[in-house]
């Protein structure tokens, strides 16, 4: 059960009538549609007829059906003993599956177990990694690669590399090209991104995150190597003692919360050098590299820009966050404040350095490197589940990405990103019953996507009414994460 969202009525048998369904593949739209959902698969797409006996109906009004998002880049399960406020602002924004990207040993047992909490509406767990690699587990080449082997065998999706070194990453890419399982995340500072490539790195997230991307495309790369710093966490044990764990677990929680905070007058430098001498053709050529290694992009502009305007109003004083359990906001809170002490010419930087990202975005996707949508929400300052994916369709057409392509990159793409294209991210017979009504054509504008007038999540169908009382209930006893 949930305390949010209420159980649908509207769910068993179920037509959605007379919609204009909208194809991501290919970027069809085939208006006049019936679309039978029987159980939690789609049964039929045909043309408008005769009513179906013994269904419950939706009346689409040549609305425009789309199949419902996914998040690839989330931390809903850091907590997942209290999940019930931010599954229910994902279904209320139309999110129903996403990748964390932060697990452990007793996550993957609760998954193989079936003991994963699942409230009512509870978007699936499309992937999940294991402990992140970290100097917790490895800060050596042997200890690197034996963090792989046990996610390999505890049955991670994918290994996540957080805090690395270029040797640490590369010998945890190393085994985990030997096992088979995936290897992607954060890129150290002293790697390069094009060696990542060729070295079968899955996917990277955040531009980088950092510089580190950045001064593959500088005509002044070799500087703004050796002026890039690598971020190294607070002291930690090197000894086993109780609770160790958990207390470095809690450091690396604070630096989570916006990493910004602890940006340094050499990494600044290192922004404004690569900054002031990005080259176009440079960064083209790394482009074709990522296709030809399909070499995934998760860009979480929405991540970036929020540690990057970490006292800007815009986030700080966003209506949104009454939805947000009130610890959760103490800690942005303090994140913000720590943030506006940063040296100006700091945060000058780092406001500055959004331009390259946009640019760097709009080159990618302009290649056809594949990239797929995510936000980093859960931990993150300033990211309200749910509503943050559409923030992130906001800021990937700031970057210059056309509607169609942004459909794509939460919907179709993530299929094929987690090796299973063709089985969601479209509207057909044989696939999940998850999708989105919406109110105007999500190919003639990004912003239709948040225009939703109801949504269903695995055969039960929720109405704006429904959604509009779900986000109430949240606002009345706000509890995301």
Known sequence: MSRYVKPSSIKGRVVVRDVTVVDPLDGRRTPGQDVVVEGSRIASVTATGAPVADAHLVEGRGRFLVPAYMDMHMHALNTPGDVDGTYALMLANGVVGFRQMSGNRALLKSRREGTLPRPTGAPALKATAGDLLTPLNASTVDGAVQAVREQHRDGADFVKAGMTTRETFLAALKEANRLGILLGGHLPADLDPREAARGGTWSIEHLGPGVTVFAAVSSKEGEVRASNATRKLPPIPKIKIPGADKLAMKLIKGMVTNPATSTSEREAHAYNLADGSYDQEKAEELAALFVEHTTWQC?????????????????????????????????????????????????????????????????????????VAGTDACGAAGIIPGFSLHDEFDYLAEAGLDPLTILRMTTTEP????????????????????????????????TALRKITGVMRDGSWWSRADLDAVLARIAAKPGAR
């Not at 990057?308 to 959760?328: I, L, V």
């Not at 063709?422 to 003639?444: I, K, Q, Y």
């Open 415 to 446: 299929a094929r990103f987690l090796g299973e294209e063709g089985a969601f991210g479209r509207v057909a017979p044989g696939m999940p019953a998850d999708l989105v009504l919406l109110e105007e054509d999500p190919l003639e504008d990004h």
């Open 299 to 371: 860009p979480t502009l929405i991540r970036v820009h929020t540690q990057q305007f970490g006292d800007s109003p815009e986030h700080t004083q966003d209506p949104r966050r009454r939805y947000m359990a009130p610890e959760e906001l103490r800690a942005w809170d303090k994140s913000s404040k720590k943030f506006s002490k940063l040296p100006e010419a700091t945060r000058d930087a780092l406001h500055n350095h959004w331009a390259a990202q946009l640019r760097m975005t709009k080159t990618f996707a302009d290649a056809g490197v594949p990239m």
